[in-house]
């Protein structure tokens, strides 16, 4: 299975975008995809790879700026998904955010592997984060994203993490670019009313305001 996606991983960015160009997968649709592929079900896991890769790979070009880069962390991050979908819970996060948090994990060790810190500098990091494990942002919008409704949720993923445009959502998605604006607006007022309640408001909804 990871022969096959790391096989797959390889594409560039823009096969996968034509391969897949007018394709939508509602939550429901993904779910089951995860759960078999959760299974060992190879199929599930192309589909996965089908549905997802595109969009991996522009989050992942976003961090390390490169687009070849980008195309190895993608070949990285499906190829890790064999071996720890199966730790994946629905009732926990999106799917996709998951699937953003172990992208961006796998772009900062990429970008550590070829620039290394000195060791008393990353030691000292590490203690800053277990610090305080609340402070990480990340940590704390997939937390408040986990609380909206599905379809808002949705749409302010594909909009601020895979940066898709409200037209490409909306083909995305199977629903009017009117609906999508709908959507952005109210889960984007409720995710920012979460933060705050959660204290996480000036930093993480501040970088959404901006987007």
Known sequence: MEGQAQAQAGQSCATVHDQRTGASATGA????????????D??????LYM????????????????????????????AKLTRVIGKYEQREV???A???????????????????????E???????????????????LTAALATLPHAQREVLVLRHFAGLSPTEIAQRVGKSEGSIHGLHHRGRRSLIAELTERGAAPSTSASLRAL
Not at 55 to 77: F, K, L, M, N, P
Not at 102 to 119: E, G, I, S, Y
């Open 29 to 40: 649709t993904v779910a089951r995809a995860v759960k078999r592929a959760q299974e060992g």
């Open 42 to 47: 190879r199929d599930a896991l192309s589909f």
């Open 51 to 78: 549905r997802f890769a595109e969009d991996i790979c522009g989050y992942a070009r976003s961090i390390v700026h490169d687009h070849h880069e980008a195309e190895d962390v993608t070949q990285q991050v499906f």
């Open 94 to 96: 999106p799917f996709f």
């Open 98 to 120: 998951w699937m953003l948090r172990v992208t961006r994990n796998v772009a900062l060790d990429h970008l550590r592997k070829q620039n290394p810190l000195p060791v008393e």
């Open 122 to 140: 990353v030691r000292a990091d590490d203690r800053n984060v277990r610090a305080s494990p609340a402070d990480d942002p990340l940590r704390e």
